[in-house]
Structure formats: C-alpha cells, structure tokens
C-alpha cells in the first residue's frame, strides 16, 4: 500500500504548484495585455517630430487622465520624465517626442486603471543619423508602378480584381486556409473538474496517510 516512505512528496507539490499557475495564468495574460503601443515604423532620423498612440484593449480605461504617465527613456537615464498626452478618445492616447541623437530608446507607459491595478508597456524607438533611404521602408505604390513601367513589367494593385492577377499567374483556383483560435480550458466546468479530481486525490492520500 502507498505510504510516506515509498512515495515521492516532491511530486505532490510541484503538482499544486503548476496547478495554481494554470488557473491563474489568464488573469496574468490579460493584465499584460492592455496596453498597446502603435507607431508608424521603429527607425527615426535625430531631431523630427514622432508621434506615437497608446492603445487601451480589453475594454479597459483609465482612472482618470492623470493616471497615465509616459516617459522616454535610453538605457537607464530618463530623457523625457513626463511627456504629456493628449487624449484622442475615452481609451487612446497620442505623445509627441524628439530623439537627440543616434542610440536605442524606450517610450515606457505607466497607466492606472479604474480598478486600481497598474500596468505598463514599452515601445522600443531606434535613431539613426545615415542612410536616410532606409529610414522609411513602407510600400510607395507610385514608384513601384513607374518602375513597373520603365522595366517593362506591369503593376498589379492588391485592390485589383483577383481573378485576372490569378490568370497573370497562371493560377487556375484559389485555396484559402482559415484558422480560429477559441480558448476552451478557462471555462467554469474545466474549474469544477480540476477542482473534483485534486479533491479527489487529496481524500486518497488522506485515506493512505501521506498527507
């Protein structure tokens, strides 16, 4: 029969331990997800005007307008102490900065919310001095179709009709693959199952003297 000295209490535990994270791990995943920062690229030139959004998710707002504190920072020095945001909605915030110089920078949001619970994201921001051709990398639609023209080719817009840039192609039919993600463990029956088989095994152990 099972008995303190042929069993291994190390398991037991670190059963409990992994079982107590498990329930709690979509409390924690959500409160990191809130805040969200939206800027146009990551690599700016020193000395021009970024603006960038804070975006709030989860049908989370914040305490009050006070309660959002965002700064600039470059490694452990704080460039920017309190840049002041204009509000552009009940959950968005637009901050206009300046990088002085080449370098790695962090835009750090702290934001308080109705609740009381304080999160927090950063946005990592790079200025660089040279090679301004690379600075912005986005699509620029009017160069690539005179490119298109100049070398012969033919620009297709990913607007246009889909069944004639297929036959371009050569591609006869279309196979699309859809993907839906639905979480199914955070559920109140998933809770009472776990919570009826730990029951369970704790009676056993009791029964047994191992506990």
């Not at 949001?109 to 090679?131: F, H, I, P, T, W």
Request: proline share 4%.
């Amino acid at each position: 029969p099972l008995s303190i000295s042929n069993s291994d209490s190390r398991y037991y535990t670190q059963f409990w331990i992994n079982a107590v994270r498990w329930l709690s791990a979509n409390k924690f995943l959500s409160e990191k997800d809130v805040l969200e920062w939206s800027l146009s690229k990551t690599y700016f030139p020193p000395d021009v005007d970024i603006k960038a959004v804070l975006k709030m998710k989860d049908g989370s707002e914040p305490a009050s307008q006070g309660h959002v504190s965002i700064q600039l920072l470059k490694g452990d020095q704080i460039i920017e102490s309190d840049l002041s945001p204009t509000r552009n909605g009940p959950k968005e915030y637009e901050v206009t900065f300046r990088l002085s110089g080449p370098g790695e920078f962090r835009l750090q949001a702290m934001v308080e919310l109705k609740n009381g619970v304080k999160v927090q994201a950063s946005r990592l921001v790079v200025c660089e001095s040279g090679y301004w051709e690379t600075m912005d990398a986005r699509c620029n639609p009017t160069l690539l179709e005179d490119v298109a023209n100049w070398s012969g080719g033919q620009f297709i817009r990913a607007d246009a009709d889909s069944s004639s840039f297929m036959a371009q192609l050569g591609i006869k039919d279309l196979h699309t693959d859809e993907f839906t993600k639905s979480a199914v463990w955070d559920r109140w029956w998933w809770l009472i199952a776990v919570l009826g088989l730990l029951s369970t095994e704790w009676f056993i152990r009791k029964r047994s003297g191992l506990v």
